[in-house]
């Protein structure tokens, strides 16, 4: 059995510039004000569209991230229904063969201390779910079948596409303090690594989060 740390990866997303340039002509379409674009215009006027709350033309940019999670998480974040999803399917994908080291692999919940009784018997109850699966496959038993005794630990890989507005909804939601700490582990340097190569687009929430990004930081 492997166990992992959860992470992300930004797979595509436009420059910065290009975005505000975009958005922009967006906006300005609304009020036939493209006259007044220059080469400084973009990032002031995005600003104001999001103040007054005209966060529609955020919805001409989309964002695609991978997202390596546990499926508990992966459930929580296909909820969000403007968005596109495509995970790794535990139907198709056997875990006894070689290319997956025939092995699972667990994401490591970091609320337990590695000492603690409750890590020890999440640590049990993992090698005991890798070896009925195994056992299971090793009877005759399909991957869709065998899957039924995989833990919500298990890792799993997941494309998240989804426009800006969006991005920023899960944001709100999945950075705040009642979200489940694992997504939390995963949104908040996501929204930091946003808001480093978008910032008028994530500054009110980076200033949300911002103590709890920095925390998790330090963590």
Request: aromatic letters at 10%; glycine letters at 4%.
């Amino acid at each position: 059995m492997r166990i992992v740390e959860p992470s992300f990866f930004i797979l595509q997303m436009p420059e910065g510039e290009q975005v505000l340039r975009h958005l922009e002509l967006a906006a300005r379409t609304c009020y036939k004000s493209e006259d007044k674009i220059t080469p400084e215009s973009a990032k002031g006027l995005i600003r104001r569209i999001m103040q007054v709350g005209h966060e529609s033309v955020l919805e001409h940019v989309g964002i695609s991230v991978r997202i390596v999670c546990d499926r508990g998480i992966s459930h929580e974040l296909v909820r969000h229904r403007l968005a596109s999803f495509s995970q790794e399917s535990t139907r198709y994908a056997n875990y006894s063969k070689e290319k997956f080291g025939q092995e699972i692999t667990v994401i490591r919940p970091f609320f337990w201390a590695q000492d603690s009784p409750q890590y020890a018997l999440w640590l049990e109850a993992m090698h005991t779910a890798e070896r009925v699966y195994l056992a299971m496959l090793a009877s005759g038993a399909k991957p869709q079948e065998a899957r039924s005794v995989l833990p919500n630990s298990l890792k799993t890989e997941i494309v998240v596409t989804a426009n800006l507005r969006e991005w920023r909804h899960i944001f709100r939601l999945r950075c705040a303090s009642p979200a489940h700490p694992q997504i939390r582990q995963i949104m908040l340097p996501m929204l930091a690594d946003f808001h480093e190569r978008i910032p008028v687009v994530f500054e009110d929430l980076y200033d949300m989060f911002e103590q709890d990004i920095l925390a998790f930081d330090k963590g």
